[in-house]
Structures are given as C-alpha cells and as structure tokens.
C-alpha cells in the first residue's frame, strides 16, 4: 500500500521570501508518479507541478520546484517568490504507474504574509 | 482552457436520503474519477471509471454509492441513502488516459452536507 505524509500541517511565508514544502511517500513501487497539488480557498484543486520517478532531473515550473529524492522517498515543494496567490492547501499526491488511484497527504495550509 | 464543473455547488440533505453529484469532465478526456475530502482531512480516492465501467474503486465506495455517465458529456456519483458521515466535499476528476503523463484535473467540488 501506497502511503503519502504532509508532516506540516500548517507554515506560512512573508511575501517574496521563499519557503520549502515537506513530503514523504512509503511505496514498493519502482515506477510511479509524484504530483504537488494546490488548492486555494475557492477549493478547486490545480496542478502545480509533478515528476516522474525515473527522471532524476528535479521539475521546475517558474517559481516553483522540487526535491525529489527517490531513495529517501522524500519530494518537497520549493516555492520562490511567494505572492499572495500562493496562499492555499497544499497536496503532495502519489501515482504509481500502473494505477490510476491518486494517493494524497493530509495537506500543508500555506499562508503568504503580505 | 477546457475545465471540469460539478453541480451544485453545495448540496444539504437530510439522512436517509438519495443524492445525485453532476460532473461535466472535459470533452476529450476518457477517465473519470471521484474523490471526497471529509472536513480537515485528506483527499481520498472513491472510484474511477473508463469505458462505462468501474476500473478500479476504494474500500469506501460500498453499495451506497454508484457511478453512472448516463449520456455523452454527464458523469454522475449517486449516493442511495445519505449518512452524516458522507458529510464531506466531492470532487470530480478527468483524464486523457490512465498514465500519469496525463494529469488529471480536478473539478471545483461539490459539498455535501447531510443533516
């Protein structure tokens, strides 16, 4: 069974300072997908960024990247330049490849300071 | 660009009764997903649907539940006989393919609060 932790249930970021999301993952899984969704208070969930397992290189979208750290399980979430809209809840979800069942943390609260 | 909705936004009802959750997933897309998020808590994965079939459903997704896509563009999550532990906010997903290439995207939610 696949298992995704959020060990932050809550941080927060002055404006244009950058701030590191945590996540681990449990899979035997050897190929799967890892995914970082936010979701703001109008409670529609988009994607911000995802990564294969077998890329080593870390994704990067803009202001946002990863860690992904395949052997210790570990994929947090860099945000630079934080702005007001990135004030959301935070998933870090798992997808293994063979599968179509998203597997979601509980969620980090993220709140930018203005 | 192409998202998914759900009717209605917000949906009360008492105990007991039936309730019916709409999604329009995006036109191109052939799977279909439902999620729930009970207050404060994770998103869990109920039940995903691909050519007018269950492909694959979670422990949660017992008798009370159904999926249907009665025509070409309406994808349904019927709950029988409501519980107030159904309370929670249901989320519809779409996808092009079952890959992870292929993100899915998610619809804005319906909650549902049984009284």
């Known amino acids: 069974a696949q298992t995704v932790t959020q060990s932050q249930p809550e941080m927060s970021v002055q404006e244009a300072e950058t701030v590191t999301l945590s996540c681990t993952y449990d899979t035997s899984e050897n190929n799967y997908y890892l995914f970082w969704y936010k979701q703001p208070p109008s409670r529609q969930m988009i994607l911000v960024i995802r990564q294969e397992a077998y890329k080593q290189q870390n994704a990067t979208e803009n202001r946002f990247s990863v860690n992904f750290q395949k052997a210790a399980k570990s994929f947090s979430l860099k945000i630079s330049d934080s702005q007001l809209g990135d004030t959301a809840m935070y998933f870090c979800a798992f997808l293994p490849l063979t599968g179509n069942q998203f597997y979601f943390g509980t969620g980090t609260s993220l709140t930018v300071i203005p | 660009e192409p998202e998914v909705t759900q009717t209605p936004s917000h949906q009360v009802t008492q105990m007991g009764q039936e309730v019916i959750l709409r999604c329009v997933p995006i036109?191109?897309?052939?799977?279909f997903y439902w999620y729930r998020q009970i207050l404060g808590q994770k998103v869990e994965f109920l039940v995903s649907?691909?050519?007018?079939?269950?492909?694959?459903k979670s422990e949660i997704f017992d008798d009370q539940f159904s999926v249907e896509r009665p025509d070409g563009s309406n994808f349904t999550l019927k709950i029988r006989s409501t519980k107030l532990e159904d309370s929670a906010m249901y989320f519809c997903?779409?996808?092009?393919?079952?890959?992870?290439?292929?993100?899915?995207?998610f619809g804005p939610g319906t909650r549902l609060t049984v009284l």
């Open positions: 036109s191109n897309h052939l799977y």
């Open positions: 649907f691909y050519n007018n079939e269950i492909s694959e």
């Open positions: 997903a779409s996808s092009e393919s079952h890959y992870g290439t292929d993100t899915q995207y």
